[in-house]
Every structure is written in C-alpha cells, then in structure tokens.
C-alpha cells in the first residue's frame, strides 16, 4: 500500500489513504496528516486556477463589447484621388444630389470619397434630411458638423469639420435672406472657422442658388449675387470670406454687363473664383459633367488672395463606375490655401 496508517500529528500535511478492500479495488480515502501524491500547496494552485476558469466568462460578461467592425464596402478612390495634407487648409465644395440616391450604398460611398480626398471642410448641398446626414457623419470618425437651420425639404445644406484642424463654433451658423425666397430659394448659411495649422480664420457662406436656363432664372441669380455683394461690404468689409457651393451659373474672366454674377467677376481686386482656369478649361474637368458645364465655384475675398495655392475638381468616376448613379451628378470641387 501506498500510506500506512498513522495517528493525526500536529503541523504535518495530510495524505491520501490508498486501502485494499477484499474484493481488490483501491480505494482512496483522505486521511491526515498526509496526502500520498499531492501536497495541500498542490490543491490549492489546482483549486484556484478552476476559479479563475470558471470567473472567465463572469469578467467577459462584464467588459464593453465593441460592434462589429465596419464591413468593406470594397469601394477604394485612392487611385483617383490626391489627398490633403495637414499643412495646408482644404475646403471643398460638393452638390451630392439628394442625398442619399441609393441609402446605405450612398452613405458608405460618400463617406469613402471624403476620407480619400481628406479635406479639413466640406460644404454640402441638397441633403434630404438631418437623419440622413448624422448617418454619414457616423462613419466619419474625427469629424464633426453642422446642418441646415431650417428643413427645405430635400433642398438643405450642411457643413463638415475635421477637428483636429478646424476650430468652429456651432454659435458662429446662422442663414441669411431667409424671407427672400426669389433670390435664395435656399437660404446661405454662415460659419466662422479657423484652420489650427495655417492660423486661417475665414466666413464661410454655403450657396445653392436656383438652377434652369431662362431670363427669369438667370435674374434670379444676378439678385442673389447682388444681395451676397452687399452682405459682404457691410457685415464682412474687412473679414475673410469665402463664398462657396452650387452658383448654378458658369463663370467667365471677362463676362459682359448682363452676366448674373458681374458684381463680383467685374472687381478682380476684391474678388476672386478660384475655379476659373477650371471654368475656362478643357470640360473634362467641370463640375457638373452630365450636361457638361462648370456651375459649382469657389470665390475668396482679397484677404485671403495671398493663401490660395490651387484648387482641383476631384474626378472619383474612373475609379467608381456607378458614381453618378450612386453618389451624384456633380463632381467636389476643392480649394487648398497655405
């Protein structure tokens, strides 16, 4: 046998009793003060590490659970587009019709698209609804935003942040002309931003102007550019302004006395479109390709002439075929400054 039996002593481990019983099998009882094969050190590093196996799942249960991770929408625009840097201040402008044409499939593209262009601000045009924007901005992780102060319907305009470069105070937005629905169908809606790298500090003015050919459309749009010229030389004298969306009208560098934006093209001093070697350049680069025709323009005040560097339509189609059907009939427009 393994153990003999033996009286109880003080101080000393217990062992197992391993006894033979007439039919011939071991039993093992437990006897003090000795243990045959294990020491009470052994038990309790088995003991506490069955503990500890059965706390796993208490401690799991217990831990946040993060969801699932975005899935790969296998969209990818990195071989179409040049991204930003943080050295410079981007600022794009970008009609995404009605958005979102096609839900979920739009959002994921649309938030794709801004990543790969990477701008610090973006200034949307013909959001359907506020709903609808907050699910885009979920995708977009570091950015923050601000949208239409009124509903217009599928009509509303919206801002987007980058913050880890871009100091914006919600109290800074405001819409202006909101009782002029003849010049503004769409209300512009202010921002005051500062870009933290360059020091830039600029109001921004979001347009949509009324589209479609034809006098009264075009008078329409000449009244609104009136209107915007006097904000700016009375509310804006001596601040930095950028004017920025969809004009719905084309631009040319030497327009005549009837074009609906002469007010501002015809005082190259004080104004500038930083887009018009765009506009006045080959169509493969315009804005609005399907019809084709440049019609989304970004214009600084002579504050901020010294920063432009360049600006660039942004050409996402060769590497997303159903862009148009997707995303939207106009392409982004961007404008960096240093």
């Known amino acids: 046998m393994c153990c003999a039996p033996r009286r109880r002593q003080r101080g000393v481990g217990a062992r197992l009793l391993l006894l033979s019983n007439p039919a011939g099998v071991v039993l093992i009882k437990p006897h003090f003060p000795y243990l045959c094969s294990l020491e009470i050190s052994s038990l309790k590093r088995l003991v506490y590490i069955l503990i500890l196996l059965a706390a796993i799942p208490l401690y799991r249960g217990c831990q946040k659970i993060e969801g699932p991770p975005e899935p790969d929408t296998g969209i990818s625009f990195s071989g179409c587009i040049v991204p930003g840097t943080s050295a410079t201040l981007e ?3 970008f009609n995404i019709e009605r958005f979102p044409k096609q839900s979920s499939l739009t959002i994921d593209a649309v938030a794709t698209l801004i990543k790969a262009v990477d701008p610090d601000i973006v200034a949307l045009q013909e959001i359907t609804s506020e709903s609808s924007f907050n699910a885009l901005l979920k995708k977009l992780p570091g950015w923050t935003g601000q949208y239409y102060l009124i509903n217009n319907s599928d009509w509303n305009l919206a801002y987007l942040f980058k913050e ?6 919600s109290e800074s937005a405001k819409l202006l002309y909101t009782n002029d629905f003849y010049a503004f169908p769409r209300p512009p809606m202010e921002v005051k931003i500062t870009h933290k790298p360059t020091g830039i500090s600029a109001y921004l003015l979001n347009l949509h102007l ?15 550019a009136e209107k915007l010229h006097q904000y700016v030389i009375t509310e804006r004298d001596d601040d930095a302004v950028i004017i920025l969306g969809d004009w719905n009208h084309a631009i040319e560098s030497d327009p005549s006395t009837d074009h609906p934006f002469y007010v501002f093209l015809s005082d ?17 680069w315009w804005s609005y390709p399907s019809w084709p025709s440049h019609i989304d323009h970004i214009m600084v005040t002579n504050e901020l002439f010294t920063r432009v560097d360049t600006t660039i339509t942004y050409k996402p189609e060769p590497c997303y075929p159903s862009y148009a059907t997707t995303i939207s009939d106009h392409r982004p427009v961007g404008l960096v400054m240093k």
Do not use: P, W
Request: hydrophobic fraction near 30%; glycine fraction near 10%; charged fraction near 25%.
């Open 91 to 93: 600022v794009v402008a």
């Open 164 to 169: 880890s470069e871009i100091s914006y105070s």
């Open 210 to 224: 009324k589209a479609s050919g034809g006098s009264d459309n075009i008078a329409r749009r000449r009244e609104a």
């Open 268 to 284: 190259s001093g004080s104004y500038r479109f930083t887009d018009m070697s765009i506009a006045e350049g080959t169509s493969l």
